[in-house]
């Protein structure tokens, strides 16, 4: 069996590496090259999350809905079964926010593993997406972003809320959404610091945020371009985003390369 090199074995600048050459459509031209040569093994790992995540969501609805049913305010019941209906209502929302982070940070470690070989010019199939890597090192980077974002939004909206001004309250919300999305902005490479580099959570985070400090227009328009793709996907029934998420993930590993200074396979005819 021959040995395959680790992600990202190849010549790279030290450090961050200077700005490379960008070019969307060329960027888009991989992406898409790489998917339509490897649909199977791009498409059915977004498949399989889709449904783990709809067969969770619906256990959990019905799990809800059937404690709501059973506390019935409606129908007599005492306040203590209110509390409980309560009480279970907010533990599902628990169970169901723990198990999302735990399948999004499988899916996320996994997928970029397969994208990564892409990029690397290795063959993949189905299992080159399914299996998650640096799993730990995942949950703890996805539980830092979150964390910070939430207590930033809590810093910014409550005390809004609490003043008891509509417009204050609006204006908090839209300071929090633009926050959120420069957190997922300067954030956007971690996971793939972690899976190409080896580094820690928290020198992935560091490295990801002085990689988009130093190239923050092309980091802001792969980003924007990525969510366009998505929502366009989604709005085609949700089936479209069997093509648009791979896509989208696909370009972030080649803007991840290229700003790199990385290895990227050349597109195949």
């Known amino acids: 069996m021959t040995h395959q090199p680790p992600f990202g074995a190849y010549p790279q600048q030290p450090g961050y590496g200077q700005p490379a050459p960008f070019h969307l459509g060329e960027a888009f031209g991989w992406a898409w090259n790489k998917f339509t040569k490897n649909p199977a093994a791009t498409i059915l790992p977004v498949l399989i999350i889709g449904v783990i995540f709809a067969v969770v969501f619906t256990a959990l609805w019905g799990s809800s809905m059937s404690a709501v049913m059973a506390g019935d305010p409606a129908a007599g019941d005492s306040v203590s079964e209110v509390d409980v209906t309560a009480g279970t209502d907010l533990f599902s929302m ?6 999302a982070i735990l399948l999004g940070a499988a899916f996320t470690s996994a997928y970029y593993s397969g994208a990564l070989e892409l990029a690397d010019g290795r063959p993949v199939t189905v299992s080159s997406f399914i299996k998650p890597r640096r ?22 909206v409550l005390p809004a809320n609490n003043s ?6 609006m204006l908090a919300s839209t300071a929090a959404l633009v926050v959120a999305l420069g957190i997922a902005l300067f954030t956007m490479f971690a996971v793939m610091a972690l899976l190409d580099r ?21 980091a802001i328009v792969v980003l924007v371009t990525a969510a366009v793709i998505c929502i366009a996907g989604a709005m085609l029934c949700g089936v479209g985003i069997l093509v648009a998420a791979p896509v989208a993930m696909l370009l972030q590993t080649y803007t991840w390369r290229k700003l790199t200074d990385g290895h990227i396979a050349p597109v195949t005819a």
């Open 135 to 156: 799993f730990g090192a995942v949950v703890a980077v996805m539980l830092i972003i979150g964390a910070t974002s939430s207590v930033i939004n809590w810093l910014i």
């Open 164 to 169: 008891g001004s509509m417009a204050l309250s």
């Open 94 to 99: 628990f169970v169901f926010n723990v198990i």
């Open 198 to 218: 080896g580094l820690s959570p928290v020198e992935a985070l560091k490295f990801s945020i002085a990689l988009v400090r130093r190239n923050l227009g092309t």
